[in-house]
C-alpha cells in the first residue's frame, strides 16, 4: 500500500467516489441560489425569476433524488444547514403563491368588470334612448 492511499477521502472509503459530497454540495449551492431569489421582494421578480426559481427547485430535487446514507459528521452538517435553509425557502415560496393567486383573482375581477361595462354599451343603442313624448 502507497503512502498516497492511506489518505482517501469519505466518499471514496464508502465507496461512492465522491459522487455523494459533490451531491450535498450541488443542493446546497442551489438551495443557496433559491433563498437568494425567494428573499427578493415579490414586486421586484420578473417573469424570468421566477421560471428560474422553478427551474432550481426541479433541478435541487434531482439532486436530492442522489443523496442517500450512511453520513459523514460534516455532511450531517451541511444537510442541517440545507434543512433550515429550506424551511425560510418555503415559507418565502407560500408568500409567493399567495401573493400571485391576489394578484389573480384582482386580475380576473377587473376584467370581469370591464366585461360587464363594456357590454352595457354593446347592445341596441336605439333602444336606450327611445323617448316617448307623444
Not at 442522489?66 to 424551511?87: H, L, Q
Amino acid at each position: 500500500m502507497e503512502a498516497g492511499d492511506s489518505k482517501k477521502s469519505p466518499t471514496t472509503a464508502y465507496g461512492w467516489n465522491g459522487l455523494m459530497r459533490a451531491s450535498l454540495k450541488e443542493c446546497y449551492r442551489l438551495t443557496a441560489e433559491l433563498r437568494m431569489l425567494t428573499h427578493i421582494p415579490q414586486s421586484d421578480l420578473t417573469d424570468e425569476q421566477y421560471d428560474e426559481i422553478s427551474r432550481l427547485l426541479d433541478r435541487r430535487q434531482k439532486v436530492l433524488d442522489d443523496i442517500f446514507p450512511p453520513f459523514t459528521d460534516d455532511e450531517m452538517k451541511i444537510g442541517g444547514v440545507v434543512v433550515s435553509i429550506n424551511k425560510e425557502i418555503d415559507m418565502k415560496l407560500v408568500e409567493i403563491k399567495q401573493q400571485l393567486a391576489s394578484q389573480i383573482r384582482s386580475v380576473k375581477k377587473q376584467g370581469n368588470s370591464t366585461k360587464k361595462y363594456l357590454g352595457y354599451f354593446q347592445g341596441d343603442a336605439g333602444s336606450y334612448f327611445y323617448d316617448k313624448r307623444n
